[in-house]
């Protein structure tokens, strides 16, 4: 009989351990998958950036010192890598100088009424916004998955199988200038 009941609560861990194991790669899935998310919006934005620095450029020559450093913040950005913390602080050092180049803009009314300038103005602030929809995302995922990597019981599974805490995707909000979208009626 104690055997009997042995087996039973053995089984019944091992049920558990299977479980919690497969909530936990779940977890680690959906974060992974916003990361993928965040990766492809960076991705579409730093393309941007060429298009509008070289339609900025035709109108506004002068201003190279602020074309290249928009271009090492870029490529910065770009080499950053996976690690939510080194992405965001690269990504963050590219808001002050994009910023600037839209201020630019303010300066030569016949960039404004570029039809190319505003596509391109249109589709950063598109952009943007769908950055922060995959930020969102990824850090709620990321929440789940390191409250379930922490709490009793499941941290017994966690730690012995390799679950690790993810780190946060963030931007610093202080730095980073929306783009100014002007509607022409």
Do not use: C
């Amino acid at each position: 009989m104690p055997l009997l009941i042995i087996s039973i609560l053995l089984g019944l861990i091992g049920i558990w351990v299977a479980v919690t194991f497969n909530q936990l790669v779940s977890m680690r899935q959906m974060a992974e998958n916003g990361w993928s998310d965040i990766e492809v919006q960076l991705k579409r934005r730093a393309d941007l950036i060429p298009r509008l620095v070289s339609t900025v450029k035709g109108y506004a020559a002068h201003e190279n010192k602020l074309f290249i450093d928009i271009t090492e913040k870029r490529n910065q950005a770009l080499a950053a890598g996976n690690n939510p913390k080194t992405r965001g602080a690269a990504e963050a050092a590219l808001a002050p100088p994009m910023g600037r180049l839209m201020a630019v803009a303010e300066d030569y009314p016949d960039l404004k009424a570029s039809q190319n300038f505003l596509d391109l103005q249109n589709e950063l602030a598109d952009t943007e916004d769908k950055i922060e929809m995959a930020r969102r995302f990824y850090n709620g995922a990321v929440r789940i998955l390191n409250i379930k990597v922490q709490s009793v019981p499941s941290n017994l599974v966690a730690g012995p199988l390799g679950f690790r805490q993810l780190g946060y995707f963030e931007i610093d909000i202080a730095d980073a200038v929306a783009p100014n979208i002007e509607f022409k009626t």
